[in-house]
């Protein structure tokens, strides 16, 4: 998934149900270990979030 992703693109985690939030990435990295990973941006009651999640965790 990783050389699908890309800045901007619109996701949510893979196993959060329904109900999950979506979230704006703001780019795709290679962390120290070697991990895909995406810095995500949300708002959650009415607060702004980020977070650097492991691609393989996300879906489109």
Known sequence: MA???KAGD?????H?????????VEKVYT?????EVARC????QGEFK????I???LRK
């Open 41 to 44: 941006v949300w708002f959650y």
């Open 50 to 53: 980020r977070e650097n999640i």
């Open 31 to 35: 962390n120290a270990d070697g991990d």
């Open 3 to 5: 050389n699908e992703l």
């Open 16 to 24: 959060s149900g329904t109900q999950g939030v979506s979230m704006s």
């Open 55 to 57: 691609v393989n965790a």
């Open 10 to 14: 619109v996701v949510k985690l893979k």
